[in-house]
T-cell receptor
Framework: DGGITQSPKYLFRKEGQNVTLSCEQN?????MYWYRQDPGQGLRLIYY???????QKGDIAEGYSVSREKKESFPLTVTSAQKNPTAFYLC???????????FGPGTRLLVL | EDQVTQSPEALRLQEGESSSLNCSYT??????LFWYRQDPGKGPEFLFT???AGEEKEKERLKATLTKKESFLHITAPKPEDSATYLC????????????FGRGTQLTVWP
């Protein structure tokens, strides 16, 4: 089955710790995106990547980092600089920028 | 400032009671207007893309329409399984792939 997988489903972060969220797609899509969703809020763009080894900041990139070493993978690291990381994180992909974005199941990050 | 506003925030309907959800936008040079459905704790599921004013698309009990200022998601004779949060997003033509999302409308359909 083609699709987008995110892991883990739940992630717990301690103070001062960096954590990495995984996103993998087997849709052969070029573009990948990371969004953050808070209760009662719209999705906000963190980072996006149009092609391997290239990525751009979205609207709320501070405290986050990404890499795009493979077409299929776009991991997101939540660093200790992100002071309010508790949220639902969604990864999406599209065939090209401007095409329909399809979403993964999400990772819920909680702070201990 | 690019912005998408959805109303109402929450809507409760009895099964079979048709209604509409509104999505107004001020996205500069709108290229596409997207509708998604999101169930609790899940990722959004794509429903429709609309590209030009006057365009309509249908899927089962849902019909999406687009004007120059807003989009509507019409739900005809809804069923309890239509209960979800419906999200709309606008894409600016000059920055492909950058979607501006509304906060969503939480729809509850009771039997």
């Amino acid at each position: 089955d083609g699709g987008i997988t995110q892991s883990p489903k739940y992630l717990f972060r301690k103070e001062g710790q960096n954590v990495t969220l995984s996103c993998e797609q087997n849709l052969n899509h070029d573009a990948m995106y990371w969004y953050r969703q808070d209760p009662g809020q719209g999705l906000r763009l963190i980072y996006y990547s149009q092609i391997v080894n290239d990525f751009q900041k979205g609207d709320i990139a501070e405290g986050y980092s990404v890499s795009r070493e493979k077409k299929e993978s776009f991991p997101l690291t939540v660093t200790s600089a992100q002071k309010n990381p508790t949220a639902f994180y969604l990864c999406a992909s599209s065939g090209w920028r401007g095409e329909t974005q399809y979403f993964g199941p999400g990772t819920r990050l909680l702070v201990l | 400032e690019d912005q998408v506003t959805q109303s109402p925030e929450a809507l409760r309907l009895q099964e079979g009671e048709s209604s509409s959800l509104n999505c107004s936008y001020t996205v500069s040079g709108l290229r596409g207007l997207f509708w998604y459905r999101q169930d609790p704790g899940k990722g959004p599921e794509f429903l429709f893309t609309l590209y030009s004013a006057g365009e309509e698309k249908e899927k089962e009990r849902l019909k999406a329409t687009l004007t120059k200022k807003e989009s509507f998601l019409h739900i005809t004779a809804p069923k309890p399984e239509d209960s979800a949060t419906y999200l709309c997003a606008g894409e600016r033509g000059s920055t492909l792939g950058r979607l501006y999302f509304g906060r969503g409308t939480q729809l509850t359909v009771w039997p």
